[in-house]
């Protein structure tokens, strides 16, 4: 079967064509027939070697986290899904970008009815990202404040949506274009990061969910009160997610030195501080299916592209100023180098 992979890291590094071995059923397991899958900023963080001191990979390496498709085998164990089922999920570590992928059922669920299998590619990751991030971790409630760093982007506008559903007062940091895009989903509070800081204008929020990273995470802890709460998906996982995720206690104490800054800060300012890595849930994916269906969550895509054009659709999701989702369409047939 083919695979776009990745030979080593570097933030000049293609995808190129390969050729790979089919994945293998067991009896807890699922074969799918990828349709279409959508690229995340994860994909070239990976690619660029960002993750590389936290997740461990093998070269050549399959990119890509998620994916819509039809399921083509089932192993005998397998209760909830059934040969022929249209569904979406998220590879449990990386390798979306291949003709075949082999997931649990943790990892799927099924595809909304109200959305192209092309479409559906785009909510998984994202989707699981920002609800996780705010109910989660966050633990997001109704009336509260909550500032969104990254509004316009693909977790970004899923975030807002899902935050305005639970009649939280939202702030959100977006050029003028992207507050042209976002005012389409609701009342929102915008700051023009071209012409002011957040942190000189905000008043004191409860909650802070980050897509930005760097001095936009650090003054982050300006603007929370007391006892709040900020939840990032751009700096190394936190001690809590390690914990979370079952990670063994060595693991823990290398992640708790590499967050010691923000852990300080954390303690300092008395605000709870995660940084975290999304994990598959179908319950949750689920929930998401239901807000979709019932047309209360959109999904926005900017662009579409076939699966041979993978290279040029990571560099759009690379310059960090897509509106919304890109997906890579594989039912194109063409495929080049």
């Known amino acids: 079967m083919f695979a776009y992979q990745i030979k080593q890291y570097g933030k000049q590094e293609q995808l190129f064509l390969n ?3 089919k994945p293998v059923l067991s009896e807890n397991s699922i074969i799918i027939k990828v349709h279409s899958a959508s690229l995340n900023p994860v994909d070239y963080r990976i690619r660029n070697g960002d993750t590389k001191f936290v997740l461990r990979y093998s070269m050549p390496l399959t990119l ?7 399921i083509e085998a089932v192993g005998s164990k397998i209760t909830q899904f059934r040969v022929g089922d249209s569904v979406y999920g998220r ?9 075949y992928v082999v997931v649990g059922e943790n990892d799927i669920a099924k595809a ?26 966050l633990q997001l409630k109704e009336k509260q404040s909550i500032l969104i760093l990254g509004g316009s982007g693909g977790v970004g506008h899923i975030a807002i949506q899902l935050a305005l559903l639970t009649d ?3 702030y959100t940091t977006a050029s003028k274009e992207g507050q042209a895009f976002l005012q389409q989903f609701g009342s929102i509070e915008f700051i023009d990061y071209h012409k002011e800081n957040f942190y000189e204008v905000l008043p004191p929020v409860d909650a802070v969910f980050d897509m930005r990273g760097g001095d936009e995470l650090t003054h982050s802890f ?17 001690p809590s997610y390690a914990k979370s995720a079952n990670m063994n206690w060595f693991y823990q104490m290398i992640l708790r030195a590499f967050t010691a800054k923000m852990y300080h800060l954390s303690k300092k300012k008395n605000i709870v501080f995660h940084s975290f890595l999304t994990q598959s849930n179908r ?6 299916t239901e807000l979709v269906e019932s047309e209360k969550l959109t999904i926005s895509i900017q662009k579409i592209y076939p699966i041979s054009e993978i290279n040029t659709a990571m ?15 594989f039912t194109n047939k063409e495929r080049n180098e």
């Open 19 to 21: 050729e790979i071995q």
């Open 64 to 70: 890509g986290h998620d994916f819509s498709g039809v």
């Open 91 to 99: 590879t449990p570590m990386t390798g979306a970008f291949q003709e």
């Open 112 to 137: 909304p009815k109200n959305l192209s299998l092309v479409e559906s590619a785009s909510v998984p990751l994202a989707g699981l990202t920002a609800y996780q991030g705010l109910f989660d971790w």
């Open 168 to 170: 939280a007062k939202v």
């Open 222 to 238: 300006d603007v929370v009160k007391t006892g709040g709460k900020i939840a990032s998906i751009t700096s190394i996982p936190t």
């Open 283 to 288: 319950q949750e994916l689920e929930k998401i």
């Open 315 to 329: 560099k759009e999701i690379s310059n960090g100023r897509a509106k919304g989702k890109i997906v890579v369409d």
